[in-house]
């Protein structure tokens, strides 16, 4: 099985800057993508950032140029350092991993963390 452990969620003025972070943990080969999703009250899960194996990331319009995603291989770590945040960026925001399994490859999720952004 695999384990995500998330953190660095909050309460952060609007201006503010957060950082998460979500740690991989179990039985994998490996790990081809991470990233962050995120979900409103009363809505799907969105994309927000994502990180490839090779480097690649991709973005929501909505956080470019205010959220970097970067990822640690050998921590089997992922973080999404939050600036600028705005009160529409108020959400649970859950961490993604595909992890290499035998057999193929699995996507796993976290618990989920609470951003708040508010005066």
């Known amino acids: 099985q695999v384990q995500l452990v998330e953190s660095g969620g909050g309460l952060v003025q609007p201006g503010g800057s957060l950082r998460l972070s979500c740690a991989a943990s179990g039985n994998f080969f490996g790990i081809n993508a991470m990233g962050w999703y995120r979900q409103f009250p009363g809505k799907q899960r969105e994309l927000v950032a994502t990180h490839s194996s090779g480097g690649w990331s991709n973005y929501a319009d909505s956080v470019k140029g205010r959220f970097t995603i970067s990822r640690d291989n050998a921590k089997n770590t992922v973080y999404l350092q939050m600036n600028s945040l705005k009160h529409e960026d108020t959400a649970i925001y859950y961490c993604?991993?595909?992890?290499?399994?035998?057999?193929?490859?699995?996507?796993?999720w976290g618990q989920g963390t609470q951003v708040t952004v508010s005066p």
């Open positions: 993604y991993v595909r992890a290499v399994r035998t057999g193929g490859a699995y996507d796993y």
